[in-house]
């Protein structure tokens, strides 16, 4: 452990980098959301009708479709056929998340995401309890159990009570009292299970996590040997697991983050003040394991 | 302790437990979603699906609720349902006639921007849309049916005498004037609830009704004897005897004025 350990998160990365430097992917991030956001609200609150629709289906430019593939894979399982348009918009986003990682778009497009990040920072301020914390596989259980339910009821049942796009279709055509679903997320999030929501029921980030199992996009802990085993990643990556294998794996092993659990969000780039972690692909196995901290250095391992 | 006397490891007992558990909450939130699925198949009666909507249960598998048909629907009439304000399942679009009807386009946009076939691409001509049937549910209030000439229904109907028309018939409470009964044919009806907007009531005496709750249904082994036998051309029933019409004193005979009492149906083989 160094000293920087006993400094709050991210405050020596700022210290050493910059605030803007030491943000820029949280920044980023959040333009993305309010960017992916505002192109279904340029229709209803400006007139400009560039994307039309909901995350659930949606066209741009007239000509684009986009589906929500596990939206449609509901319809599909509760007995209907979908229309070549459907199936095409769902394609296309299947073939872009399992590219740039499933859930990336957890982290830079869905409109909840700012929620459970309120949640968790208000979380952390309160110094609450971790909570229950039920298993990370939870939520590939109840995948299931929404597949299941699908099936037995013939409905898209997740889009009974999903708050993710209850929350997008509340913003663009009409809240109702969609905004107690995304209440409930936030108090399960702040009261009941840190982080919980996003990081172990959400079935939407289970399946997104699924899609992006072989993504390309990928952090690696290049620069491993740099750490100062400061544990700031740790305390700001909200699928923590994933940095271990990356970060203390074995001499020679990849420095690449590879679980499908991780959402791209960059904030363990961010918060390091080494500069440890940094975007890349998934067939760049470069990393320092024997070079000083500071050098260049040969890349190959012996094995 | 298992059979062969060894302890179960703990790594097993875990692994045991742990899927128990899973499949139990598994089992347990996918019973809730699908109890929740099944209430939302009540489709209140004064909300109206989009043109070619699929039956209510197929249409809420097939409908992803984006709202693109709402969007492209030029007068406005679609709404998306909003949780806890509106009857229909959330987020999936509908109408309320007395609000806003269907206005009928011709190239029926919504159809044309739904991308999974919720709304059926084999409607191409609206007058086959069938999104509810009217019915002329207060003949007591109903104008026409008081005596007036109101006919705003029937006037402002897209299919007007073939889906609505006005029966003309008796007034029996004046004594001299006629009643026209303004009278929907279901078959003809569209559904698309301009009528029941138009109606000049405070509340509409006709009003557009789901198909399921507006329309009885023949059974099946019904035949109507005037169809049938219009189709064979003939009486269903071979050799019924022609008996000789009786008349009261003082009339003609049926022979010495042939056609007076003639039956309705030719026998067969008595030509003339």
């Known amino acids: 452990m160094s000293a920087s350990s006993s400094l709050p998160v991210g405050a020596e990365a700022i210290q050493v980098k910059g605030w803007l430097k030491a943000n820029r992917f949280l920044i980023l991030r959040r333009l993305s959301q309010a960017f992916f956001l505002g192109l279904f609200l340029l229709g209803p609150w400006f007139g400009i009708w560039w994307v039309e629709g909901t995350l659930a289906s949606s066209r741009t430019f007239d000509v684009l479709p986009l589906t929500d593939p596990l939206v449609l894979i509901q319809s599909i399982i509760a007995g209907h056929l979908p229309e070549l348009t459907a199936v095409t918009g769902a394609i296309i986003v299947v073939t872009v998340y399992a590219l740039v990682g499933g859930r990336t778009y957890c982290s830079w497009v869905c409109p909840i995401n700012p929620v459970t990040d309120a949640a968790h920072w208000l979380h952390v301020r309160l110094g609450l309890p971790k909570g229950w914390q039920p298993k990370k596989s939870t939520r590939l259980w109840l995948l299931v159990g929404v597949l299941g339910a699908s099936a037995l009821s013939g409905t898209i049942a997740w889009e009974l009570v999903n708050p993710i796009t209850a929350l997008h279709r509340g913003l663009v055509f009409g809240m109702g009292f969609a905004w107690m679903l995304v209440l409930c997320v936030l108090l399960f999030d702040l009261l009941v299970s840190r982080r919980g929501w996003c990081g172990r029921l959400c079935p939407v980030g289970a399946f997104y996590g699924l899609v992006g199992t072989a993504s390309v996009l990928r952090v690696t802990a290049a620069k491993r040997s740099a750490c100062d085993d400061c544990m700031d990643c740790y305390a700001v990556c909200p699928e923590n697991h994933v940095i271990s294998p990356a970060l203390k794996g074995a001499k020679g092993s990849t420095p690449l983050i590879l679980s499908s659990d991780c959402t791209n969000c960059g904030r363990c780039i961010d918060v390091c003040a080494v500069d440890v972690f940094a975007f890349t692909h998934r067939f760049d196995n470069a990393h320092n394991d024997i070079a000083a901290p500071s050098g260049a250095a040969p890349t190959k391992q012996a094995v | 302790m298992?059979?062969?006397?060894?302890?179960?490891?703990?790594?097993?007992?875990?692994?045991?437990?742990?899927?128990?558990?899973?499949?139990?909450?598994?089992?347990?939130?996918?019973?809730?979603?699908?109890?929740?699925?099944?209430?939302?198949?009540?489709?209140?009666?004064?909300?109206?699906?989009?043109?070619?909507?699929?039956?209510?249960?197929?249409?809420?598998?097939?409908?992803?609720?984006?709202?693109?048909?709402?969007?492209?629907?030029?007068?406005?009439?679609?709404?998306?349902?909003?949780?806890?304000?509106?009857?229909?399942?959330?987020?999936?679009?509908?109408?309320?006639?007395?609000?806003?009807?269907?206005?009928?386009?011709?190239?029926?946009?919504?159809?044309?921007?739904?991308?999974?076939?919720?709304?059926?691409?084999?409607?191409?001509?609206?007058?086959?849309?069938?999104?509810?049937?009217?019915?002329?549910?207060?003949?007591e209030n109903c104008l026409n049916f008081l005596g007036l000439r109101c006919d705003v229904c029937y006037r402002v109907c897209p299919v007007i005498d073939e889906a609505i028309t006005l029966e003309l018939s008796h007034n029996n409470r004046s004594g001299k004037h006629a009643i026209f009964a303004p009278t929907v044919y279901a078959d003809k009806c569209t559904g698309c609830g301009k009528c029941e907007k138009s109606c000049v009531l405070p509340e509409a005496a006709i009003k557009v009704l789901p198909i399921r709750l507006a329309r009885g249904s023949s059974a099946e082994h019904y035949l109507k004897g005037w169809e049938e036998k219009e189709r064979k051309g003939a009486p269903l029933v071979d050799g019924i005897i022609d008996l000789p019409d009786r008349m009261p004193d003082g009339l003609p005979s049926v022979s010495s004025d042939p056609g007076a009492f003639e039956p309705a149906f030719k026998l067969p083989g008595s030509s003339q």
């Open chain 2, 2 to 139: 298992s059979a062969t006397g060894k302890p179960i490891s703990p790594e097993r007992r875990r692994f045991l437990t742990d899927t128990a558990r899973a499949a139990g909450g598994c089992l347990l939130a996918g019973s809730a979603l699908a109890y929740l699925a099944s209430d939302a198949k009540a489709l209140p009666a004064e909300a109206l699906r989009p043109p070619g909507a699929l039956a209510e249960e197929a249409f809420l598998s097939a409908c992803v609720r984006c709202g693109l048909c709402v969007r492209d629907c030029p007068y406005d009439t679609l709404k998306l349902a909003e949780l806890g304000e509106d009857g229909p399942a959330t987020g999936s679009p509908f109408f309320t006639a007395r609000d806003v009807p269907c206005e009928m386009c011709d190239d029926i946009p919504c159809v044309a921007a739904c991308p999974t076939g919720a709304l059926d691409p084999d409607l191409t001509r609206i007058d086959e849309a069938r999104m509810g049937t009217a019915v002329l549910v207060d003949q």
